[in-house]
């Protein structure tokens, strides 16, 4: 991939040193979840052009799924209070409360990855809420779940996900809307979902009532890099 063209920055989320109003979208692929999630939004607040659109997005592992839930098995062995913190709760409240931008519709989509044993093993001794939460039963919890993939045959493993994100549209100072985000804008998001394989859900969430658009479509085989 010829990255010759990007312009690199060092900074974080909540200081991103870059221009004021220089920026279309800014977005957060799971990570969110483990910054100061107030200064997050008023920078990106900042950065943001007139009509540029925050968005925070999620891969959550479908943990209805009897692989993944033996895992959560193994994990709760250890650790009965583990806790994924706020990455699998709403981010509508948040968004809103800063005032700085407009409602922000929820979209999900689901997919199912084919991947190597050893690629999950990886993961796992890479996750760090995991190894954040386990301390020293990190290595016992490992090797169990490396057990449990052993137990299975083949090399390979489906793993179901769901992608869950909030995309919301700039507001002025004070919280005056300037438009949530357009039907436009999200049918744009949900086509890049299904040409990857996903099948996607829109909610439209307001104060005054809730609406939920099931966006069906034809399945589409995933096309995983």
């Not at 809420?129 to 083949?154: C, H, K, M």
């Not at 999200?186 to 394989?197: I, S, V």
């Amino acid at each position: 991939m010829d990255s010759s063209h990007v312009n690199w920055v060092v900074g974080t989320v909540e200081e991103r040193g870059q221009k004021s109003g220089e920026f279309g979208l800014v977005s957060f692929g799971s990570s969110f979840n483990v910054c100061d999630q107030t200064r997050a939004l008023i920078e990106a607040h900042r950065i943001l052009g007139p009509a540029g659109h925050f968005m925070c997005i999620w891969n959550h592992r479908d943990l209805s799924d009897s692989l993944q839930s033996e895992i959560e098995e193994l994990i709760r062995g250890q650790i009965p209070e583990y806790d994924y913190g706020n990455r699998r709760v709403s981010q509508a409240e948040v968004i809103l409360g800063s005032r700085l931008f407009g409602e922000p519709p929820y979209l999900e989509g689901r997919i199912v990855h084919r991947l190597k044993k050893s690629s999950v093993l990886e993961a796992w001794r890479s996750h760090a809420t995991l190894q954040r939460q386990a301390g020293p039963s990190s290595p016992l919890i490992i090797d169990a779940i490396e057990r449990l993939l052993s137990s299975i045959g083949g090399d390979d493993v489906q793993v179901p996900y769901k992608t869950v994100s909030w995309i919301s549209r700039r507001l002025s100072r004070g919280g005056i809307d300037d438009r949530c985000v357009t039907r436009r804008r999200l049918a744009q998001h949900r086509g890049t979902l299904l040409r990857c394989g996903y099948r996607t859900r829109v909610t439209f969430q307001s104060r005054s009532r809730r609406r939920d658009c099931a966006l069906r479509s034809k399945s589409v085989s995933p096309q995983v890099a």
